[in-house]
């Protein structure tokens, strides 16, 4: 079957469905984010694209700091009330009966009920179009230690998170393999057959 060909547009999916805070812990903000990722290992870089018309925008472009919070699909509720109501009219915090927390190395807080936070400094910010880009370093990860095994493995699968997916929102899956399985050696047990 031949493919439809659309003009551009901003269907890479799915994303993570995120709440990104800024302010401070006695004065936070948080507003959704898709627009989100990972653009380099060493040193671990990201960025996030908000609109400039966003209550959120000029206090990252003032403070040169944000935190990015995974969220679980248990909240998804709340994740879409922040991505459609503004924190210049109501606070979103209360109105989502989160909690703010002080980061480790940056004043924007984390959100308690989110399972992983990445503490994030903008290097850059670029207006691009309908987005300006805060290109930022990660500069802390704050992870809830309910997820964390014995031997310090941090276990994504059992926080049960959230994506985006062009408008609509899903629980990720099942696991169904982890980096290299494809060309990882078979292992062999001791009556000799492989396992894999």
């Not at 290109?135 to 059992?158: P, W």
């Not at 494809?182 to 047990?189: A, Q, W």
Request: proline letters at 5%.
């Amino acid at each position: 079957m031949p493919k439809q060909f659309w003009k551009g547009s901003a269907l890479l999916a799915p994303v993570p469905a995120t709440l990104v805070t800024c302010g401070t812990t006695e004065k936070p903000n948080v507003l959704t984010i898709g627009w989100t990722g990972i653009v380099c290992t060493r040193p671990p870089m990201t960025y996030i694209s908000v609109r400039p018309e966003r209550f959120s925008h000029d206090i990252i472009k003032k403070s040169g700091e944000f935190v990015i919070n995974l969220t679980a699909s248990s909240m998804v509720r709340e994740v879409d009330l922040c991505g459609v109501k503004s924190g210049r009219d109501i606070d979103k915090f209360a109105a989502c009966g989160f909690h703010a927390v002080p980061a480790v190395k940056v004043a924007a807080p984390l959100i308690e009920e989110c399972p992983v936070s990445l503490e994030c400094k903008v290097t850059e910010s670029r207006l691009l179009g309908s987005h300006t880009m805060f290109l930022a370093e990660i500069i802390g990860v704050d992870a809830d230690e309910k997820y964390i095994d014995s031997k310090g493995k941090l276990n994504l699968q059992q926080c049960g998170l959230a994506a985006y997916a062009h408008g609509e929102y899903f629980a990720l899956g099942r696991k169904l393999g982890d980096f290299g399985f494809s060309v990882r050696k078979k292992k062999k047990h001791k009556n000799g057959v492989k396992h894999g």
